[in-house]
């Protein structure tokens, strides 16, 4: 069982930046893919980018070039920077962790952070 805890969500100008962090607790953080997605009200929950246990990441065009995902398996935490932020990009975001394993997948949700990007 893996806990999430999203933070650093807020109210940002247009063009400004927010870190956002996850905290996990449980056991194995480092063989969990963490990624971010992100939701906004009569949309489906989309992905914004995922980092692998190797450190291999994707992420969505929509914010390639301005967003970035790390991890840090010491502090089982995971974090997204996000600069040059667009009014689009408001929604509430969900930590995600995630990994298969002998034939299940395990599969794990923070309760969300919201962000708004509005001048």
């Known amino acids: 069982q893996v806990q999430l805890v999203e933070s650093g969500g807020g109210l940002v100008e247009p063009g400004g930046s927010l870190r956002l962090s996850c905290a996990a607790s449980?056991?194995?953080?480092?063989?969990?893919?963490m990624g971010w997605y992100r939701q906004t009200p009569g949309k489906q929950r989309e992905l914004v980018a995922y980092i692998n246990v190797g450190g291999s990441t994707t992420y969505n065009d929509s914010v390639k070039g301005r967003f970035t995902i790390s991890r840090d398996d010491y502090k089982a935490s995971a974090y997204l920077q996000m600069n040059k932020l667009k009014p689009e990009d408001t929604g509430v975001y969900y930590c995600?962790?995630?990994?298969?394993?002998?034939?299940?997948?395990?599969?794990?949700w923070g309760q969300g952070t919201q962000v708004t990007v509005s001048s």
């Open positions: 995600n962790a995630w990994r298969p394993s002998d034939g299940a997948v395990y599969d794990y």
């Open positions: 449980g056991r194995l953080f480092r063989v969990y893919r």
